[in-house]
């Protein structure tokens, strides 16, 4: 797993005042297995300065702004699946009613299916339009990748991900296992499995990037 940005630039710093050579410096960092961007990023923190002291650029401390994007980022990602899932389960409810419960013929124009759709009508666009803006800031500061809010969320991401998928494959086999397996139990299991299974490998793909050297 790659160490945190502090440690990165604290290393870059001990070896400048060092007076090792930043040439030298990037491959030692490659052959530890840090990434070029990484190193790129790290090495943008000092000045390439004739000073016997390594000399640190100006920057403005975005810890906060970052801890508010990401955030709203995987709010807006939590009320896309929630909603998109509740819709995907009315289409089923409406396709195949429950013959034992009420019918579900009024089920598409049910005040919770215009709240889903009103909710993917915000939020989805504000995860797309927010996702882009940090990919964006990311490119130009690829050590972004390691914000410390980034990772904790992510992981948070994989760790809810990761439940519901057990707990879907838990009620799926539980309700096989008792003969009661129905079309419509069936349809809403793979669409909780669809939703989360796509979080879960779209993150740990993102965190597989992040930590790969190559």
Known sequence: MAAGSAELERFIEQALIAGHGRPQIQQTLLDAGWSQAQIDGAMAQWAAVDFPLPVPRPRASLSAREAFEYLVLFTTLYLSIWHLGHLLFALINHALPDPVRMAYSGVL????????????????????????????????????????????????????????????????????????????????TGVIAVLAGSVFGWYLNDLRQEEDPA
């Open 109 to 188: 124009n049910s005040s919770s299916v215009r709240f889903s759709v009103s909710s993917l009508i915000i939020s989805w666009p504000l995860f797309v339009w927010l996702s882009g803006r940090i990919a964006r800031g990311v490119a130009r500061q690829p050590l972004k990748r390691l914000s410390p809010v980034r990772r904790w969320l992510t992981y948070l991401t994989l760790f809810i991900a990761a439940s519901v998928l057990i707990g879907d494959l838990i009620s799926l086999v539980n309700t096989l296992l008792g003969g009661e397996l129905t079309l419509r139990f069936a349809l809403k």
